[in-house]
């Protein structure tokens, strides 16, 4: 990243006991060129298995992704993912950052965050949420009914 230190929000309890984290990230645009994007990555333990992330820039769109927990994890100090998003730790050293990318149709993007807040945060998620219990509430006979039935014919 750039010398600046990125603005980390603690993380807070939003309703319904999601968890929410808000960074400042950058965007590579190339070697020498970065954009500022606000960050919010929530966690809804209801959806256990992902982590949706809501990529604000200044005066352009909001963009939301939802990205695999435990890809999220991986990334933070390995090479994670494949295709669509892809994550991997670009040092190792302290207050070190990783690169996401996101990948949709023929547009890509880079980005730049700072492992330690997001580290930690993705840690308090799993304290929500253990790994490998994140189906333990799932009732499978209704989901495979639910399969069997198919999509629902829409209303008029």
Request: proline share 8%.
């Amino acid at each position: 990243m750039s010398g600046n230190q990125p603005r980390v929000q603690d993380p807070r309890t939003a309703p319904h006991g999601r968890r929410r984290l808000t960074l400042d990230i950058e965007r590579v645009l190339d070697v020498s060129a970065r954009q500022a994007v606000r960050a919010e990555f929530r966690y809804d333990p209801e959806l256990p298995l992902t982590v949706s992330v809501e990529f604000l820039v200044e005066g352009g769109p909001r963009v939301l992704w939802r990205i695999g927990r435990d890809l999220l994890r991986q990334g933070l100090y390995a090479m994670s993912g494949l295709g669509d998003v892809q994550m991997w730790p670009s040092s190792v050293e302290e207050g070190a950052t990783a690169r996401l990318q996101l990948v949709s149709g023929d547009m890509a993007a880079l980005f730049e965050l700072p492992i330690p807040p997001l580290a930690a945060w993705l840690e308090h998620t799993y304290s929500l949420v253990p790994a490998g219990e994140e189906l333990t509430g799932v009732d499978w006979d209704a989901t495979a009914a639910d399969l069997l039935r198919g999509p629902a014919a829409p209303s008029d």
